[in-house]
């Protein structure tokens, strides 16, 4: 049950001295603060893109490289003598794409940079497609639905639905896609998957067993398909999977109303009261 999952945002600072041991700072984009990692370092993988510095003869170049097996939007912004004037508009980054963003003459010690990441392409449409149940039941249990007061009252988890299972519990895809991000450890929804569709839309599956993750990032999977086990990792009351579609709204993560096949039809998920949309 996550609290939020803000977008990436990563700071970077220039000194008159830069070396390859000071890389950039940045933040987590699932809401986490960490420090900064060395170049190349692992840590830090749930991060949607990551912003580094390429010295070049007369300054620096700086680019960014997208983390994630799917689009990223991303937007550079902050103080530096090159964005005196119009920064450079948002870009669309394709998965696994470095571009760079912005040439920074000479060595600006004055310069302090920020990126914003969103995953997903913000031109996409979602459809009402009917989402299959993401395990297999007799019947169906919700924990927490729409506006849920514990954690479903923010932008990115509004819509998304929490099913009571026992740990171990076969966790399946609930649509056709590709395996766009999967972490095995974040602070808010644990062991995570993330899964892009024809559509442009995303489906995030949080509280996983560690450990027991089937598909990688890349990776096509099939309606249906086993992707891991329900778990009880990240901040979370009770074992349980947390589920919910996702899509890119321009320069913003949001989560958005989707239909889902029960047993028995389709599924009414209730809908607490909450802060409004």
């Known amino acids: 049950m996550p609290r939020s999952l803000r977008p990436l945002l990563l700071s970077l600072a220039l000194l008159p001295a830069l070396a390859a041991a000071n890389p950039p700072g940045w933040r987590q984009g699932w809401g986490l603060e960490r420090p900064a990692q060395a170049p190349g370092h692992t840590a830090g993988t749930a991060a949607f893109a990551e912003l580094k510095l390429v010295r070049r003869a007369g300054g620096y170049s700086v680019q960014v490289r997208n983390r994630l097996a799917g689009p990223v939007q991303v937007r550079l912004h902050g103080q530096a003598t090159a964005l005196e004037g119009d920064p450079p508009a948002p870009a669309l980054l394709q998965a696994g794409e470095q571009r760079s963003l912005l040439w920074l003459p000479g060595s600006d010690g004055n310069a302090h940079l920020l990126l914003d ?80 569709h024809g559509d442009g839309s995303m489906a995030v599956y949080g509280h996983l067993q560690p450990g027991s993750l089937a598909v990688r990032a890349g990776q096509p999977v099939q309606a249906g398909q086993a992707l891991a086990t329900s778990g009880n990792s990240g901040h979370s009351s009770g074992p349980h999977l947390h589920f919910a579609v996702q899509a890119n709204t321009g320069l913003a993560l949001s989560s958005i109303p989707f239909r889902m096949r029960g047993p028995q039809g389709e599924l009414k998920f209730p809908r607490e009261a909450g802060p409004a949309p």
């Not at 007799?138 to 924990?143: E, I, L, M, N, Y």
């Not at 990115?156 to 076969?170: C, I, K, S, W």
């Open 117 to 196: 990441a969103y995953p997903g392409d913000p031109r996409a449409h979602p459809d009402a497609t009917l989402y299959q149940l993401p395990f297999l039941a007799g019947d169906v249990r919700v924990s927490q639905a729409s506006n849920g007061r514990y954690s479903h009252h923010d932008a990115q988890n509004r819509y998304a639905v929490d099913f009571p299972l026992p740990e171990g519990t076969p966790v399946l895809a609930a649509r056709n896609g590709r395996v766009m991000q999967a972490i095995e450890g974040d602070g808010e929804l644990g062991c995570l998957l993330r899964v892009l």
